[in-house]
């Protein structure tokens, strides 16, 4: 997905109170464990149905209320879904059966209607983020209590999509005022603008180490989150401030540092008449960017990219991407200015990059814009280069490839701003997409990025890496840089 990030505000006046709150929790007679887990947030969840949300936030949150269709990232082993097993009885159909015994947090057994219609509402919902994932869905219908059908467009591996796609009861919205409900480890308290309030809900009994309830506090701004270091434990801080992050040992923190499955690319417009339509031209600005590469706001935690997938992703191969001699040259460089756009969270790196490459006699028109008002420009072709991030949030490339690359993915449900076209991408994308062996998959990427980094229609730039603050005794899961399970938290002395 698109990493632009939503602007949250909170007073230090409100941070307070909710600060002083914490004392009143309890932990409602739970036969689970009543320790306390504090996690601080910079923003919340952009909404509280899970079907119209698809941020950090909102997948940290319901990804530990809600279970997906299936569970695995890469949809080879769908263990943690609602989904026991499935069969093809031919290429583009899947009957998929429901794991026996799930229930939701009121009691209700989740069923074959309460997947389909979960499938159908964000099929049918313009503004759900999740609605690309299943662009390939003709039809859906139940077949019984516990299984579904679903029909796609031609060979396609659904176990993928459909790992995206959160089962709610019936597929019903959230009203603004109601919490959300789900078949996951945790069940939802209580949901205020700034604070969520999580109790674990499974019969299996926690360890004593694992948190029996987890408190999420929305805290933008730095004095409040300082204060919150300070006062709150065990604590975790996703996202925390710089500033923060610089006396994390003086608040007594520790830095935990994994990478996020993003980068930062430098988005290039191929289209006909574009300055950056000729390859000569794209490889001299790669070779002019790495030869001048700016240094990124929070320099401990980017490190310079050096393949077009993010670092911790399916299909990465390390070291690919490399500037090579002969590119470059004072000839291939376009004499029309480039138009650059770029987003104001990105605004210090977009100037240092400006700057440099006008050193090195690049024609450069600086555009800073908000978020909003760069993807409407994106979207309409009106640049010649920008500064994007990308958070390849399933952790496999076909995700990335197929979003920002494949030639259907400018028409609205993806985001090749570039205007990129490639009848040899697009047919190793097809393969890829309908293979359900990881080993094959994993090739028919690899010769994907190939393909991608020889035609440079993006250049990436850095590897995005997050620090988390957490206090002492804390101890994150293995792959908490994909969303932390918090039952699979331990928290010691």
């Known amino acids: 997905m698109l990493a632009v990030m939503r602007p949250a505000f909170c007073s230090l006046k409100v941070t307070v109170l909710v600060l002083a709150g914490i004392a009143l929790a309890g932990c409602s007679g739970s036969k689970n464990s009543c320790m306390t887990l504090h996690v601080v947030l910079p923003a919340g969840p952009t909404s509280r149905d899970p079907l119209l949300a698809f941020d950090e936030a909102s997948q940290l949150v319901f990804g530990n209320v809600l279970q997906t269709i299936t569970g695995d990232p890469l949809g080879v082993r769908p263990t943690s879904g609602v989904i026991a097993h499935w069969t093809n009885p031919d290429s583009s159909t899947w009957v998929l059966h429901i794991r026996k015994g799930l229930r939701f947090h009121d009691g209700r057994p989740v069923t074959a209607e309460d997947v389909v219609g979960s499938l159908e509402r964000v099929r049918s919902e313009p503004s759900s983020p999740l609605k690309a994932f299943l662009e390939n869905v003709v039809d859906v219908r139940v077949q019984s209590e516990d299984t579904l059908v679903i029909v796609a467009s031609g060979a396609v591996n659904m176990l993928a999509q459909l790992a995206f796609i959160p089962v709610v009861p019936g597929g019903a919205p959230v009203p603004p005022d109601a919490v959300p409900m789900g078949s996951g480890a945790y069940r939802v308290v209580s949901w205020t603008q700034h604070r969520i309030v999580l109790e674990y809900a499974r019969s299996e009994p926690l360890t004593r180490s694992a948190p029996g309830r987890v408190d999420f506090l929305i805290i933008p701004e730095v004095k409040g989150q300082e204060s919150a270091a300070r006062t709150l434990r065990p604590v975790i801080f996703i996202g925390p401030r710089e500033p923060v992050v610089e006396k994390a040992a003086v608040l007594g923190l520790k830095e935990v540092e994994v990478d996020t499955l993003a980068s930062l690319y430098l988005v290039c417009n191929m289209r006909a008449g574009a300055p950056l339509a000729s390859l000569d031209a794209r490889r001299a600005l790669a070779a002019a960017v790495f030869e001048r590469l700016p240094v990124p706001p929070s320099g401990r935690h980017w490190q310079p990219a050096d393949d077009i997938v993010p670092r911790g992703v399916f299909g990465r191969v390390a070291g690919r991407f490399k500037v090579l001699a002969g590119w470059g040259g004072e000839s291939a460089v376009p004499r029309a200015p480039l138009r650059f756009l770029c987003i104001d969270t990105l605004a210090p790196v977009g100037e240092q990059l400006a700057s440099r490459l006008r050193e090195g006699g690049w024609r450069i028109e600086l555009v800073t814009l908000s978020p909003q008002q760069a993807i409407k420009a994106l979207g309409r072709g009106g640049f010649d280069l920008a500064i994007l991030g990308y958070s390849c949030t399933s952790g496999s490339a076909l995700e990335l490839f197929q979003f920002g690359f494949a030639s259907r993915s400018d028409q609205g449900s993806g985001s090749n ?25 994993h090739d028919l990427l690899v010769k994907a990025g190939d393909e991608i980094l020889a035609d440079l229609p993006w250049i990436p730039l850095f590897d995005v890496t997050r620090a988390y603050l957490v206090s002492p005794g804390v101890v994150l899961p293995e792959g908490s840089d994909r969303g932390i399970d918090l039952s699979q938290v331990r928290i010691g002395p």
């Open 417 to 441: 701003f570039s205007g990129y076209r490639s009848p040899r991408l697009e047919s190793i994308l097809e393969e890829a997409s309908s293979s359900l062996d990881p080993a094959v998959q």
